[in-house]
């Protein structure tokens, strides 16, 4: 049985300091018709749930902690009873939404998980927040970025925890070394590849 990409948007607000959006997140969940992973757990875990009808979770893969990537998290790990994973680097964002409970498993560059006979491999990319990470599926040709990188360059990094100058070099140096071909599956918006984006870093900025 080979394994798919399914996606979810859901909607809700992104907090922090002192200001909150309106945002449109993008759940990726990766496996059969058996068992899957979940990527990201952004504001309705009702919806998430009932998109994973009943399979086996094997892991809750957080990108990074901002508020409207974790906000359904706990609901939707009870639900499943499957265990969040989150690079410890950005647990000062995670306790802002969830000041009594840490994730369950720490996340590290390099850690791999499988699932539907393929393998995911997290990629520790700080930049938009410490803790940033992407997940390369190398069998189907795409990454999933979180806000890391977007159709049209790097996440945001206009607030705390976050550093333009690190963004890019996570870019330059963990991301467009990637196939051109690769797929970027984003926290927020549509696809991309890594060659747009390898394109659109090279040209001089106006």
């Excluded at 009870?78 to 964002?93: C, F, K, R, S, T």
């Excluded at 190398?138 to 890391?148: A, H, K, L, M, N």
């Amino acid at each position: 049985m080979s394994v798919r990409i399914e996606n979810l948007v859901t909607s809700g607000t992104f907090s922090l300091d002192g200001g909150t959006w309106d945002v449109d997140n993008n759940v990726w969940i990766v496996g059969n018709d058996e068992e899957c992973v979940i990527i990201d757990s952004p504001h309705d875990a009702a919806a998430i749930i009932n998109q994973v009808k009943g399979r086996k979770v094997l892991a809750i893969l957080q990108t990074h902690a901002h508020n409207d990537h974790i906000g359904a998290a706990r609901e939707v790990a009870d639900a499943v009873g499957a265990p969040i994973y989150l690079n410890p680097e950005d647990l000062v964002l995670w306790e802002q939404v969830y000041p009594d409970a840490r994730p369950d498993r720490e996340l590290a560059n390099g850690d791999v998980f499988e699932v539907a006979g393929v393998t995911l491999r997290a990629i520790h990319t700080p930049g938009h927040s410490p803790g940033s990470t992407c997940f390369y599926l190398e069998s189907e040709g795409t990454v999933f970025t979180g806000d890391t990188l977007f159709n049209g360059g790097p996440g945001a990094t206009g607030r705390s925890y976050s550093d333009y100058p690190t963004i890019v070099a996570s870019i330059r140096e963990k991301l467009l070394t990637l196939p051109a071909g690769t797929v970027v599956r984003t926290g927020h918006g549509d696809n991309t590849t890594i060659g747009a984006e390898r394109e659109a870093l090279a040209r001089p900025a106006h």
